[in-house]
């Protein structure tokens, strides 16, 4: 069955390390989504892409990038951890435009000391 | 503008009983609403959803009602069951063509 996937599941790391967060997805879909999720703010869109070799910045980028190589993967890094990026992390594709529907990975439980 | 506003931020329901949670936008340019269920250690999954040029969408025992001159919209569960406790979140999407969440309701259904 397709399906989307996200590696690690759990990731502890020090403030300052580069850290990348892999989502991999096998439905072929042109649009992938990077959001995190803290308490008391929901869903923060990080990066997306609506294809690949495109990407483009959410509401939240500041200290994080993507690049799209491929059409089944979306790998997010973080290029200097801080403290603040603690947070569950979840990657999420869909067929054409934001509005259809989006599948979304089982998340990245992602802590920096 | 971007924001949308979805209260409560918890709910505690007896079995059999209504939930209904709440969201409100300002953005008169967001033309789907989404409703996405999500389990704890799970991924949010897509519940329910509407176009403005609705007002109500029903499926089994979630409801969307919607009202666009007030700019605002509400999931209603029926004879909610311990089953449906979970986290709820409301969405909007924008001109941009991005979905914008609320921030979340956990709904706890007690026995």
């Known amino acids: 069955d397709a399906e989307i996937t996200q590696s690690p599941r759990h990731k502890i790391t020090e403030t300052g390390r580069q850290v990348t967060l892999a989502c991999h997805q096998t439905w072929n879909h042109n649009n992938m989504f990077w959001y995190r999720q803290d308490l008391g703010h929901g869903l923060r869109l990080i990066h997306y892409?609506?294809?690949?070799?495109?990407?483009n910045k959410g509401e939240v980028s500041d200290g994080y990038s993507v690049s799209r190589s491929n059409t089944e993967d979306l790998p997010l890094t973080l290029e200097s951890a801080a403290s603040s990026q603690t947070s569950v992390y979840f990657c999420?594709?869909?067929?054409?435009?934001?509005?259809?529907?989006?599948?979304f990975g089982p998340g990245t439980r992602l802590t920096v000391l | 503008q971007q924001q949308v506003k979805q209260s409560p931020q918890s709910l505690i329901v007896q079995k059999g009983g209504i939930s209904i949670i709440n969201c409100a936008y300002e953005n008169t340019a967001f033309d789907y609403f989404p409703w996405y269920q999500q389990f704890p250690g799970k991924g949010p999954a897509l519940l329910i959803a509407i176009r403005p040029d609705v007002s109500e969408k029903k499926e089994g025992r979630f409801t969307i009602s919607f009202n666009k001159s007030a700019k605002q919209f509400s999931l209603h569960i029926m004879d909610s069951q311990p089953g449906d406790s979970a986290t709820y979140f409301c969405a909007a999407r924008g001109n941009t063509g991005k979905l914008i969440f609320g921030q979340g309701t956990t709904l706890q259904v007690k026995p």
């Open positions: 999420a594709s869909s067929v054409q435009g934001a509005s259809d529907t989006q599948y």
């Open positions: 892409s609506y294809g690949v070799q495109d990407t």
